[in-house]
């Protein structure tokens, strides 16, 4: 929809008053965000925020020797033979589920906080098929995304699924390709397991926008752009405001769908005088279509074909500003374009600057480099990492895992199975299709003339918008993804990532226990009951450096409790621990108790026995930290059968200095 002037927009406003007042819209829920103006926009509202302290994180069957070939490699057997594809103490929330080439005979068993018995088990494909009405359509999918030897199949589940304790999936006979993306707030957050009979209209909004606006919010301003002819080299101000704040929620253009508009024109953005653009993206690029016009419908962008040639653009990420904001679109083709009208949708911004994000991109374009994963996006700070739009021609690109390292760690959080994969697809080349979080907006090898060959020669339009779970970080951000199955084949990548950025990182380090170190123990007052020495232990990390070996020694811990103390800042909104561990073994998990009060359980249940080294964060919530300068840690160590030994090779303790609100809330109130 687009208001192409004041008299439009009044109607469409008092429509909207009849439609409220008779009941034709349905009616939201209320967000538990402070200052979230509308639930049906939160999903992009909390993003102007610093986040709240809490980790997203991704399982998958990524293969653990680095090499290609992702399919069958659970986190571990259970007692029943099963594959565990899942397994996390709470309190969390599965965001989503992808998966492809399931086994007719393939059964998902879902174990809620310490269940023995299944509360549900459902075959693989009746999942994702919708058959079962706690899991419904269109928030689970089974369609066609590949057009591989037969194999064309992928299953998305974008039901939210919280768990206040624990959650255990397995897949009875063998897990094929999968990944699980799942949020992990610190003990006390107050999460309901999941029941199948919760609110979920934010998530049906979203499915339901295709090219709708979202509501409209109190003072929305609409800022018109108008040129009738643009030169080659030429450049139109859509929108310039000084000592003024607010936030943008919509940007509309209308224009000619010539490919170099998509190709070969520009947007640039700067909030408040920033040295540099903080976006600078080719116009295809930041609208989800990277080489042409295609009728495609995402969550935060759209594109729709017109009559006569023409077509219409949206964006609603909302970005905002606190003192100045200016867009340009440039067009860099070398030939006149036809005329462009743009409409900038424009509200009050009531977030304190010292709490706010910036809205930003990073374009990157060029050779692939062997052995190093193609860069996403690389940046210290705090904020959120929410998507990327990619293209790439030459030779064969896809099979390649995303790696995205959060906050410094040494193994991706993040770790996939493939690119078509990341794009919520599947056994490349794809076909077309749109949803609120993936978009594949170029069906190579039809344009490529039904050949491989020519769909090689053929560039991609791929889009992933992390909106479901956007990615939080709080010292800096490393997104990176493969070219090929190891970062090894020479192709043409172009890119548009898509975060919200302040430059300066929510938490800093404070203390640091190098495990095995007798001075550092005794500086920290370590101790730990059945613990041995590992010794010199040579290993590598999972990711792009997985040839790159370390050196450490630490302890493994068969039972018994592990104790020592650490110093903290106590203005603390929260603190961090990370554990260096060794993955070699059994799932290991242990109690942890802050100053004598039980604060959560501390697990870690991949596999992996090739890479292994893995650095693994505990959140500890302000109430048990705040005013603090020291704590008090005690692990006790889980026993078992079903465990291998408790590892420790260091830890870091990072303190988070938001002045935000309580947090965590930011995800854990949205789980409808």
């Known amino acids: 929809m687009v208001f192409r002037d004041a008299s439009n927009w009044l109607i469409g406003f008092l429509f909207l008053l009849i439609a409220l007042a008779t009941g034709a819209l349905a009616s939201q829920p209320a967000a538990t965000e402070p200052d979230a103006p509308q639930a049906d926009n939160f999903l992009l509202d909390r993003l102007v925020r610093v986040p709240g302290q809490y980790q997203v994180l991704e399982t998958s069957s990524h293969n653990p020797t680095a090499h290609n070939g992702d399919s069958g490699w659970p986190l571990y057997k259970d007692a029943n033979g099963d594959d565990v594809i899942f397994d996390a103490a709470g309190p969390g929330c599965i965001r989503s589920i992808w998966g492809t080439a399931f086994s007719e005979k393939g059964t998902f068993k879902f174990c809620f906080d310490g269940e023995k ?39 998305n589940c974008f039901v939210p699924i919280p768990f206040a304790k624990s959650l255990k999936i397995a897949v009875a006979n063998k897990a094929t390709f999968y990944h699980v993306i799942y949020d992990l707030y610190p003990y006390g957050t107050p999460i309901h397991t999941f029941t199948g009979k919760e609110d979920r209209t934010t998530l049906l909004n979203s499915f339901a926008r295709e090219s709708r606006p979202p509501a409209m919010l109190p003072g929305v301003e609409i800022v018109k752009a108008d040129s009738e002819q643009n030169a080659p080299d030429g450049q139109v101000v859509l929108f310039d405001r000084k ?10 253009l209308e224009a000619d769908g010539a490919n170099a508009l998509f190709q070969n024109t520009r947007l640039l953005m700067q909030w408040d005088g920033h040295e540099r653009d903080d976006v600078v993206a080719p116009t295809g690029m930041f609208f989800g279509c990277a080489t042409h016009s295609a009728n495609v419908a995402s969550l935060p962008v759209t594109v729709r074909k017109l009559e ?3 077509v219409e653009l949206h964006c609603y990420f909302p970005m905002p500003f606190w003192h100045s904001a200016r867009i340009i679109w440039q067009n860099k083709s070398g030939q006149s374009l036809g005329p462009l009208h743009a409409r900038i949708m424009v509200g009050p911004n009531d977030v304190q600057q010292d709490q706010g994000t910036y809205f930003t991109t990073l374009f990157h374009k060029g050779e692939t480099t062997y052995r190093r994963d193609w860069p996403f996006f690389d940046s210290p700070g705090a904020g959120w990492f929410v998507g990327v739009v990619q293209s790439m021609y030459q030779d064969h690109y896809c099979e390649g895992n995303e790696h995205f390292y959060i906050d410094g760690a040494v193994s991706p959080q993040i770790n996939g199975t493939g690119t078509e994969d990341y794009y919520l697809g599947c056994f490349w080349p794809n076909t077309i299709y749109s949803s609120p979080f993936a978009m594949s907006a170029v069906n190579i090898l039809a344009e490529g003339g039904g ?29 990176r993804i493969q070219h090929g199955g190891m970062s090894d084949v020479r192709s043409n990548y172009s890119s548009l990532a898509f975060c919200y950025l302040r430059a300066r990182p929510d938490m800093r380090e404070t203390d640091f226990i190098d495990v095995g170190n007798l001075t550092s123990e005794k500086m920290h007052e370590y101790a730990a009951e059945g613990s041995t020495l590992t010794g010199l232990i040579t290993a590598s990390p999972e990711g792009e450096y997985f040839e790159t070996s370390e050196d450490q020694d630490g302890r493994q811990h068969t039972g018994g409790q592990i104790t020592f103390t650490v110093a903290i800042d106590q203005k603390n909104a929260g603190v961090r621990l990370r554990r260096r561990l060794d993955q070699a073994s059994l799932p290991q998990a242990a109690d942890v108790y802050i100053d004598g009060q039980y604060a959560g359980r501390w697990t870690h249940t991949e596999q992996n026995s090739d890479l292994r080294w893995f650095d693994s964060d505990f959140d500890i919530s302000q109430q048990f930290t705040r005013g603090k300068s020291a704590l008090s840690v005690k692990l006790v160590v889980a026993a078992g ?13 990072y303190c988070s200095m938001s002045p935000a609100r309580p947090r965590g809330q930011e995800s854990s109130s949205v789980v409808n």
């Open 243 to 252: 000592d003024a704040g607010g936030i943008i929620r919509e940007i509309v």
């Open 117 to 155: 018995k299944p509360r549900y088990t459902i075959g693989e494909i009746d999942f994702f098929s919708g058959k079962h009405p706690d899991f419904p359509p269109p928030l689970v999918s089974y369609d066609e995304r590949g057009q591989f030897r037969g194999l064309r199949r992928a299953g």
């Open 641 to 653: 059968p079903e465990f291998g030994p408790f590892c420790d090779f260091d830890y870091h303790v």
């Open 308 to 310: 006569g040639g023409r």
């Open 451 to 479: 050949k491989i060959e020519g769909a090689y020669a053929t560039p991609t339009s791929y889009s992933r918008f992390h909106l479901e779970a956007p990615i939080p970080f709080f010292r800096s951000i490393d997104a």
